[in-house]
């Protein structure tokens, strides 16, 4: 698969954000936490405290995001797991930043300086659910500080507690793989614009992982993969074919169209309807 990339990573402007924080709170998908990492993080992110956000939680298998949970931890990154659409997660927020950031406290508790608020700003790749984050922690009620009068629009923080402080402008991370299977993870969870994508491939991928990691799951949606009667014959086009006349995804003359019924087992892969599917896990379990 030929997929265009975008170039560099991180904005220069967003990098010159960092210099103004404590901690950089990094999203990424649960469904594929390391494709979905930028591998310059913590090169950008150093002297910084961490934390990491397993966002879109509700789509990806518990059991795979508990063994992702227990992986960061033992990278010394605290984790959380989140559905950021909700907007019942401030407290373990605000509780998980005080262990995160419990150096910066203790060294301006040294020096006499008591609740200074942390600083902190939010990154990650493209389609993450960084805004949908900052939004839902943010609440309607969140004041906003920081922009003086007669300067140009900047940065904004938005005072989160009496303890944090949010950059309102998240850093976009490019993701960087010069791997195709991390492209194609990327690809499967949205984070690459479709327009450069073969949705037949995605499609043809998301089948055969799914057929091999989650059978069950995608049998209750798809029905049973078929057994060729050919040898020669490709079980999960056979597959693709069969959901095809079950959606009615058919061109004229009954022909198959893969572009369309492709484009909606991604679409149901995306939005859950499949089920709770991870495209990876960590190597130990
Ligand atoms: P970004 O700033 O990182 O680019 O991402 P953004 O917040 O715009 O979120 C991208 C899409 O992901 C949005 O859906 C958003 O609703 C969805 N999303 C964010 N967090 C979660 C989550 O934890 N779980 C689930 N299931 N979805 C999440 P969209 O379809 O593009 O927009 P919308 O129609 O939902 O508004």
């Known amino acids: 698969m030929q997929i265009q990339w975008y170039p560099g990573h991180m904005t220069k ?5 960092l210099k103004l924080v404590d901690l950089v709170m990094e999203l990424t998908d649960a469904r594929a936490p390391l494709a979905g990492r930028n591998p310059d993080i913590d090169k950008l992110a ?31 990154i605290t984790p959380i797991r989140l559905d950021a659409r909700k907007t019942n997660f401030k407290k373990a927020v605000v509780d998980g930043v005080k262990i995160a950031c419990q150096e910066n406290i203790e060294r301006d508790r040294r020096k006499g300086i008591l609740n200074r608020p942390i600083r902190a700003m939010v990154v990650g790749i493209p389609n993450v659910g960084k805004s949908t984050f900052i939004n839902s922690l943010a609440g309607k009620t969140a004041a906003k500080t920081g922009n003086k009068p007669g300067v140009t629009r900047g940065n904004q923080w938005i005072k989160i507690d009496k303890q944090l402080e949010l950059l309102d402008t998240p850093g976009i991370l490019w993701p960087k793989f010069d791997d195709e299977a991390i492209g194609m993870k990327l690809a499967c969870v949205g984070s690459i614009s479709d327009e ?21 799951l995608f049998e209750a949606r798809y029905g049973a993969v078929p057994q ?22 058919l061109k004229r003359g009954a022909e198959t169209d893969f572009d369309k019924v492709s484009a909606q087992i991604t679409d149901d892969f995306r939005s859950g309807r499949i089920g709770k599917v991870s495209l990876e896990v960590p190597k130990q379990i």
């Open 13 to 17: 402007a967003r990098q010159e954000d």
């Open 46 to 76: 150093a002297g910084k405290a961490r934390m990491i956000f397993l966002n879109k939680a509700d789509l990806a298998d518990d059991q795979a995001t508990l063994a992702w949970m227990d992986y960061f931890r033992k990278k010394g």
């Open 196 to 216: 450069v994508l073969n949705m037949q491939e995605i499609a043809y991928h998301l089948l055969s992982y799914g057929k091999a990691n989650y059978n069950q």
């Open 228 to 249: 060729p009667d050919d040898e020669r014959d490709n079980e999960i086009v056979l597959w693709m074919e069969n959901i095809a006349r079950q959606r009615g995804c």
